[in-house]
């Protein structure tokens, strides 16, 4: 997902440039996997996990399909946290490109205010699809980029040191807002907030302040999306997600705003070095939060241990991508995750939109026996991929002809 960008007379040395930079393949490619990875969920891993309880590999692949109940951080839990560092990593490049066109301030920040608008109202009719009236919910991915990117699009205009310092207050003011917030006491109804009652994830201690659904940002969800029409008053999420996660989800996005500035400030040259640095120094400070109960690292709050804990593993990503297609040149490879990475939004849409139709339409013209040939344990496998190859057949398709959905 590209970036908007900002005033030229404002604008950092890092950002400004007479000429716009040339597309960087390592991020499309990036942005491809992450995309990948979301499509793949088709594939239904764990559901064949869960009919082979005894196989270590399709218990393996099942633990990375799918979220972690809590604390800690399978592959799939990587995936917002990468998307969102991503739109951070495109600011810089967006920056540029505008200001090679001559675009002004006024222009340019209407325009982020215009795409932010439209990733919130896109992610709230998303999550409506199933619904019988609107769902209004701001956690999902696009909504928690959408409220944070007009902050994102302002802070480019800093130089470095003020983004570093706007990071730590984001980070350090949020993590005090939930250390204030009292934790809930003994004898506190967990299921009355839709926690099960042999829920094994709680914590003791000052890292009780954030569990599930008794927490600051629960309590601000129970008062806040009560003022949105429902079918029924909101009590808390199932799956634990809040609408204040926003907040440090902009910090991976600020993260991912300095890998930007690196790139294309070193370009040609990769700053590999400081990626690595970055990379490592994040997920050591996150897990140092971990273990001394300081801030557990849990994505579904995403608490700002889980923030420096994944923004370092989607730098090390990024390091690595890059110095094998920028630095060692192998960049075939990677042709089928540029397709899908070039068309983010498409793809995001494509996977949300036209999987029933698409698994239906297989049913009724090959009938079920096909996806049965290796037995019904692996129907679901032999389908998904059917539907995933069918969405790649559609990107390409729109890659060959030009087609690329931008907001």
Same mark, same amino acid.
């Given at each position: +997902?590209?970036?908007?960008?900002?005033?030229?007379?404002?604008?950092?040395?890092?950002?400004?440039?007479? *000429?716009? &930079?040339? !597309?960087?393949? @390592?991020?499309?490619a990036y942005r491809g996997l992450v995309m990948l990875?979301?499509?793949?969920?088709? =594939?239904?891993?764990?559901?064949?996990?869960?009919?082979?309880?005894?196989?270590? =590999?399709?218990?393996?692949? @099942?633990?990375?399909?799918?979220?972690?109940?809590?604390?800690?951080?399978?592959?799939?839990?990587?995936?917002?946290?990468? /998307?969102?560092?991503?739109?951070?990593?495109?600011?810089?490049?967006?920056?540029?490109?505008?200001?090679?066109?001559? &675009?002004?301030?006024?222009?340019?920040?209407?325009?982020? *205010?215009?795409r932010a608008l439209v990733l919130v109202a896109l992610?709230?009719?998303? !999550?409506?699809?199933?619904?019988?009236?609107?769902?209004?919910?701001?956690?999902?991915?696009?909504?928690?980029?959408?409220?944070?990117?007009?902050?994102?699009? =302002?802070?480019?205009?800093?130089?470095?040191?003020?983004?570093?310092?706007?990071?730590?207050?984001? *980070?350090?003011?949020?993590?005090?807002?939930?250390?204030?917030?009292?934790?809930?006491?003994?004898?506190?109804? #967990?299921?009355?907030?839709?926690?099960?009652?042999?829920?094994?994830?709680?914590?003791?201690?000052?890292?009780?302040?954030?569990?599930?659904?008794?927490?600051?940002?629960?309590?601000?969800?129970?008062?806040?999306?009560? *003022?949105?029409?429902?079918?029924?008053?909101?009590?808390?999420?199932? %799956?634990? #997600?809040?609408?204040?996660?926003?907040?440090?989800?902009?910090?991976?996005?600020?993260?991912?705003? &300095?890998?930007?500035?690196?790139?294309?400030?070193? @370009?040609?040259?990769?700053?590999?070095?400081?990626? =690595?640095?970055?990379?490592?120094?994040?997920?050591?400070?996150?897990?140092?939060?971990?273990?001394?109960?300081?801030?557990?690292?849990?994505? !579904?709050?995403?608490?700002?241990?889980?923030?420096?804990?994944?923004?370092?593993?989607?730098?090390?990503?990024?390091?690595?991508?890059?110095?094998?297609?920028?630095?060692?040149?192998?960049?075939?490879?990677?042709?089928?995750?540029?397709?899908?990475? +070039?068309?983010?939004? &498409?793809?995001?849409?494509?996977?949300?939109?036209?999987q029933d139709f698409i698994a239906s339409s297989f049913?009724?013209?090959? %009938?079920?026996?096909? /996806?049965?040939?290796? %037995?019904?344990?692996?129907?679901?496998?032999?389908?998904?991929? @059917?539907?995933?190859?069918?969405?790649?057949?559609?990107?390409?398709?729109?890659?060959?002809?030009?087609?690329?959905?931008?907001?």
């Amino acid at each position: +997902m590209q970036s908007a960008a900002q005033s030229p007379t404002t604008a950092p040395e890092p950002v400004r440039g007479p *000429l716009p &930079a040339p !597309r960087n393949a @390592a991020l499309d490619a990036y942005r491809g996997l992450v995309m990948l990875l979301m499509m793949a969920e088709v =594939l239904q891993l764990a559901r064949i996990g869960r009919a082979l309880p005894d196989s270590a =590999l399709w218990g393996f692949l @099942a633990y990375h399909q799918s979220h972690v109940d809590w604390a800690g951080c399978s592959l799939h839990d990587l995936i917002q946290p990468s /998307f969102s560092f991503l739109v951070g990593v495109a600011v810089p490049y967006s920056v540029a490109s505008r200001l090679a066109r001559g &675009a002004s301030f006024g222009k340019m920040f209407g325009h982020a *205010l215009w795409r932010a608008l439209v990733l919130v109202a896109l992610g709230i009719f998303l !999550r409506s699809t199933h619904s019988p009236r609107t769902n209004f919910t701001f956690e999902d991915t696009l909504t928690q980029i959408g409220l944070g990117y007009p902050f994102l699009f =302002l802070l480019a205009f800093c130089r470095p040191r003020r983004q570093w310092l706007a990071l730590g207050l984001i *980070l350090a003011g949020y993590w005090l807002a939930w250390a204030l917030y009292p934790a809930a006491q003994p004898g506190f109804d #967990y299921q009355a907030v839709g926690v099960p009652a042999d829920w094994p994830h709680h914590y003791s201690g000052f890292a009780a302040h954030w569990n599930k659904n008794s927490n600051l940002g629960a309590a601000f969800d129970q008062w806040f999306l009560n *003022l949105f029409p429902r079918t029924k008053p909101f009590i808390a999420n199932s %799956g634990g #997600y809040l609408t204040l996660s926003f907040i440090p989800t902009l910090g991976t996005m600020i993260l991912g705003l &300095a890998a930007g500035r690196w790139l294309r400030a070193a @370009a040609p040259r990769l700053p590999l070095k400081r990626l =690595l640095v970055a990379g490592v120094a994040g997920v050591a400070a996150g897990l140092l939060l971990d273990v001394t109960g300081i801030c557990p690292v849990v994505k !579904r709050i995403w608490t700002p241990g889980w923030t420096l804990y994944s923004g370092g593993i989607c730098f090390l990503f990024l390091a690595a991508l890059s110095w094998l297609m920028d630095g060692m040149g192998y960049k075939k490879w990677a042709f089928p995750l540029v397709v899908i990475g +070039m068309n983010s939004i &498409a793809a995001y849409l494509i996977a949300h939109l036209f999987q029933d139709f698409i698994a239906s339409s297989f049913r009724i013209h090959l %009938g079920r026996e096909v /996806f049965q040939v290796f %037995g019904p344990v692996f129907e679901p496998l032999l389908l998904g991929a @059917a539907v995933l190859f069918t969405y790649w057949l559609i990107l390409l398709w729109m890659y060959r002809r030009k087609l690329f959905l931008r907001i």
